[in-house]
């Protein structure tokens, strides 16, 4: 592309800007009261120039030259009136800081083939989360998945931490959903009794820049959780933990630590296995509940869980299995043969519960710190829907959202910071054991 080609194009663009900040302007006079007041008071100037022109200009004093100079104002005055018109519309349309934003974003690279970095077109409130600002930009050819790449390079330009981007009008502007740096999360998020969510079967984890964050058992069965050590994993897994025993399901957890991570709270409202011959007796009953329910509801025709109870009234609680280290629970190294043909088992129940538990009400939430693909088998891994990760490493990040991006977004010193599998970044509930 030749520079000429590249100024040709220049041009185009801050033509269609001006055309676009105009018809802006004008919206905004229509929908903002002093806006329309101060179109309104130049509208008013410009009659009162045109109404009193001779006395403005004095062209009485010019003698025989008067006509000659009265017509050339009489074509003047109303070429200026429509030039400040539009100059006008251009900048009541023209969203504060527009400079700023292009010329930061030309800086972090952020440019077509022509050179152009995107126009900042709006910057406003976003009306359904008062706490975001949303950018509105013309992407000049920029696609969604460039922004997405140098997401931290937009932020550091701008000085705002991002929510979340996404196209609108098709592909013609791309919203940037944001707060100022300065807003970012808060390093510690109590969690509170009257953040239970009153829904059937809704867990909350904590709080994104857009609101809360939750996750629905009835549509999504199975948690997998990643981080490593001190990330907060394990709180977020004994917050979730504590909202389905609220909720009144029952609970098991495998915990081959002795009990350590649970104390004696945990073990008086769950169901506890410390041994692979309990857990694997837990999972037995697990699978022969699930298979139970099968025919129940296949008897009574209903789909799921809930339409079961409503139909019948019988009230069948939901199943929760955790295990906080499941990495340390099915890991084979070393192990002879009696042990690997335990642990086989072990996997073949987890697998089942995996990929038949969501009718039937049965659900797992497994956590890992472990980088080892090998450890959590493909079966049970593609069956957990909703993935959360904390501060982690590439490896670990990819095998649990399948990209890196709790690698590059989580910050390395942040705890209790994780990011979902669909990239929404959240600060977790910091969960009390005593309120249990």
């Known amino acids: 592309m030749t520079r000429n080609d590249k100024d ?5 663009t801050e033509n269609r800007h001006l055309l676009r900040c105009m018809k802006a302007g004008l919206m905004a006079a229509r929908d903002t009261p002093h806006k329309g007041l101060l179109l309104t008071a130049y509208l008013a100037g410009a009659v009162l120039v045109w109404l009193f022109r001779g006395h403005l200009f004095g062209l009485d004093a010019y003698g025989m030259f008067s006509p ?3 017509a050339v104002i009489d074509l003047l005055v109303p070429l200026y009136a429509v030039g400040g018109l539009l100059a006008v519309l251009v900048l009541l349309g023209t969203p504060w800081g527009g400079r700023e934003a292009k010329e930061g974003l030309q800086k972090v690279g952020l440019v077509n083939h022509a050179g152009e970095a995107p126009i900042l077109l709006c910057k406003q409130r976003d009306k359904d989360t008062p706490r975001l600002t949303l950018w509105e930009f013309d992407p000049c050819g920029i696609p969604l998945g460039e922004w997405e790449d140098k997401r931290a390079r937009i932020e550091t330009a701008l000085n705002i931490t991002i929510a979340k981007m996404t196209w609108a009008e098709g592909r013609k ?9 300065e807003s970012d999360f808060p390093a510690l998020l ?27 058992l009835a549509n999504i069965p199975h948690i997998l959780l990643g981080g490593s050590t001190g990330s907060g994993k394990s709180v977020l897994l004994k917050l979730l933990l504590m909202q389905a025993v609220e909720k009144g399901a029952e609970v098991y957890i495998a915990d081959f630590k002795g009990g350590v991570d649970f104390p004696r709270v945990w073990r008086q409202k769950c169901h506890m296995c410390f041994r692979e011959d309990e857990l694997l007796h837990t999972l037995d009953q697990l699978t022969a509940v699930l298979e139970c329910r099968k025919k129940r509801l296949e008897e009574t025709e209903c789909k799921d869980l809930d339409t079961y109870n409503e139909a019948t009234g ?20 070393g192990a002879d043969n009696e042990r690997k043909k335990l642990l086989a088992q072990i996997e073949n129940k987890l697998s089942t519960i995996a990929r038949q538990g969501r009718a039937f009400g049965i659900h797992l939430i497994l956590a890992t710190q472990r980088p080892d693909a090998t450890i959590i088998p493909g079966q049970i891994r593609n069956n957990m829907d909703f993935r959360v990760c904390g501060r982690a490493d590439s490896v670990l990040s990819q095998i649990i959202l399948d990209n890196t991006s709790a690698a590059e977004q989580i910050p390395k010193d942040a705890r209790g910071r994780f990011i979902t599998g669909d990239g929404t970044v959240f600060q977790g509930y910091l969960f009390n054991e005593e309120q249990l």
């Open 8 to 12: 040709t194009i220049t041009r185009r």
């Open 68 to 70: 000659v100079l009265n």
């Open 173 to 181: 502007i791309i919203c940037v959903y944001a707060v100022p740096a």
């Open 190 to 216: 109590p969690w509170k009794d009257k953040y239970l969510s009153p829904d059937s079967f809704v867990l909350v984890l904590g709080e994104s820049l857009t609101g809360p964050v939750t996750v629905n």
């Open 314 to 333: 019988e009230g069948l609680p939901r199943l929760v299995f955790a295990c906080d280290e499941v990495a340390e629970m099915l890991d084979k190294t």
